[in-house]
């Protein structure tokens, strides 16, 4: 890595979705992949929305700002379609969501800049209150920790040096750990990006639209696409939605790139969503021309394997 990834990044990618009033726990817990009902103010959690169908339509960081107050933060391009969608749902629930995304700053912070990085990294998706912000405890990515920072958009940026964002959207891709997009949408069942591994998904909650298509793909052994972190030695950028091919047979896909970022020391890092039974052939991403991928190990086990 050329580049050290340390500093605070701003993260004009990313929205916020507020959900307030007394049932607005209760009505999230109804809706996406992860428990919201117990939610501490301790606590952030890793979420999916889903289609029936079990396909991921957005993806989220929850957490609670006050006891009837949410915040998720998701991508910017989904942000307008999910908070339609989960508004249809909302019925006579005590429950108001909007877009509040004008009312806050998002930065991404990495290295000396995560607040108490010299104890130790904390676990993800711990979460406390810093002044009037917020902080998400992230997955590392490069040996380095990294957090979510969320404050009204009036306060000054969170001490640090300047880190680009597109070193953040790197180690986004470095830490395996993808967050859903518009070009990758209504693609992935939860465990096609490994949520159910880094804490996106669970398993105990009540029901959910789509949670029979997710539990059926864990427990009965029908699941037969991961994610992976995979490099390309390539100067071309690689887009999310991208196909890839087993470079022996490159008529038929087996995977798709979920999220990719330019590499600091050269060349393309990506998330691919691949058919396991792919892993071990050599890979590429498109035809025409066709780029040559790498499978790298994932910086986390999966669940078969905790």
């Known amino acids: 890595m050329n580049a050290p990834l340390n500093g605070v990044a701003p993260l004009p990618h990313l929205g916020v979705i507020r ?64 908070l339609a969608r989960l508004s249809m749902f909302v019925l006579r629930a005590k429950a108001r969501l909007s877009d509040a995304s004008a009312d806050h700053a998002l930065y991404g912070l990495a290295g000396d800049a995560v607040p108490a990085a010299a104890d130790g990294a904390q676990p993800a998706w711990t979460r406390a209150d810093v002044g009037a912000a917020t902080l998400v405890h992230l997955y590392p990515a490069a040996g380095q920790p990294r957090a979510l920072w969320l404050a009204p958009a009036t306060d000054p940026a969170p001490a640090g040096p300047a880190l680009s964002t597109a070193l953040w959207l790197w180690s986004e891709v470095r830490s395996g750990v993808a967050t859903l ?5 209504q693609a992935f069942v939860p465990q096609m990006l490994n949520y159910e591994s880094v804490g996106g ?14 539990a059926r793909s864990q427990f009965r052994g029908t699941l037969k696409r991961r994610a992976y972190v995979a490099h390309a030695t390539t100067d071309v950028d690689i ?31 990506a998330i691919v969503s691949l058919q396991t039974s ?22 986390y086990p999966l669940l078969e394997d905790i």
């Open 19 to 82: 959900v307030a009033g007394e049932d607005a726990a209760a009505f999230l817990h109804g809706q996406l992949t992860q428990d919201f009902a117990l939610l501490g103010m301790q606590q952030a959690r890793l979420a999916a929305f889903l289609s029936a169908k079990g396909r991921m339509q957005a993806s989220f960081i929850g957490f609670r700002r006050n006891p009837t107050e949410l915040l998720l933060v998701c991508s910017r391009d989904l942000l307008a379609p999910t």
């Open 181 to 185: 997009s518009a070009p990758v949408a």
């Open 201 to 214: 998904v669970n398993f105990q909650k009540g029901c959910y639209p789509g949670q029979e298509v997710v």
């Open 239 to 269: 887009a999310a939605g991208a196909e890839v091919f087993a470079t022996a047979d490159p008529t038929q896909p087996c995977g798709t790139v979920v999220q990719a970022a330019r590499a600091p020391g050269g060349g393309v890092d």
């Open 278 to 299: 792919a892993a071990q052939q050599p890979l590429q991403v498109g035809t025409a021309p066709a780029v040559p991928l790498t499978l790298e190990p994932l910086p």
